[in-house]
């Protein structure tokens, strides 16, 4: 593992978009997994700006989302492929054709899956997938358990979850959809390199769990210890609970 910390959410969020910056330079064609909550905001109006400032091509990027909510239409302004319109897409020259969510609209929610599996492969894989991560310890919307096995499917919600991210929802956790689409465990574990981000204090307890804690399919975010290709940035916030053992050997960028 390679953990650097930061000082800030700010930083964080620069140390993250150099990095992507610097994966999309090293290919011709590269392939992005992207994810989505408040942690992502930063990063992508780092690379919108970074775009704008003319060091960021994009013409070249595919995409691949994590999730989205099931029963949500890529119009509404809740779902992630809304989101990613507006925090990303419509700042960049990225190909629209060439970048993908699960459609959590689709009326055969099991072909959709599908399909999205088969997207991802026909792609060549992914080069580098962003994670966040949830409360519950889920990355994408893997809650727990979910075996590290998985694949995209259709996932339930946990309560927590749908409290989490009730904002989006008119603060109301019952508005939010109780299911969602998801790249699986196995599907993320299968990126050639993880990049998982984390900020601020409320995320310190779950961060130390995934890090540290066992790994298990009832913490998803412990799976990326698993990986050979792996980053973890993190503010000096988030990284509050990690030991004295797991602090020695970051890069802290103070
Ligand atoms: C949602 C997304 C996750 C994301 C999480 C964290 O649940 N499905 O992929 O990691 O939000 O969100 P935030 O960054 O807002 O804390």
């Not at 727990?144 to 979850?161: G, I, K, N, Q, Y």
């Not at 008119?170 to 390199?193: F, K, Q, S, Y």
């Not at 799976?223 to 990690?242: G, P, T």
């Amino acid at each position: 593992m390679k953990l650097i910390i930061e000082n800030d959410a700010g930083t964080a969020a620069t140390a993250a978009a150099q990095l992507i910056a610097e994966e999309i330079g090293a290919h011709d064609t590269p392939v992005l997994g992207l994810a989505t909550g408040r942690t992502m905001e930063g990063i992508y109006a780092r690379l919108a700006q970074a775009h704008e400032q003319g060091t960021l091509d994009f013409s070249c990027v595919t995409s691949f989302n994590l999730d989205e909510y099931v029963g949500l239409s890529a119009e509404d302004p809740r779902s992630y492929h809304y989101y990613m319109q507006d925090h990303l897409f419509r700042f960049v020259n990225i190909d629209l054709h060439r970048t993908h969510l699960p459609d959590g609209a689709a009326t055969d929610l099991d072909a959709e899956c599908a399909a999205y599996e088969a997207q991802i492969a026909r792609s060549g894989g992914i080069d580098l997938q962003l994670l966040g991560i949830g409360d519950t310890g889920h990355i994408g919307f893997n809650e727990p358990p979910s075996s590290f096995d998985t694949r995209t499917r259709c996932v339930e919600l946990d309560e927590a979850t749908r409290e989490q991210n009730a904002a989006m929802f008119g603060g109301d956790p019952n508005a939010v959809p109780h299911e969602a689409l998801t790249m699986g465990v196995g599907t993320i574990l299968d990126a050639r390199r993880l990049l998982l981000v984390a900020t601020g204090p409320a995320k310190a307890g779950i961060v130390a769990k995934a890090l540290e804690g066992p790994i298990t399919p009832e913490v998803s975010a412990s799976a990326i210890r698993l990986h050979k290709n792996y980053v973890v940035i993190l503010d000096e916030a988030s990284a509050a609970e990690l030991s004295p053992a797991t602090l020695a050997h970051a890069q802290r960028n103070a």
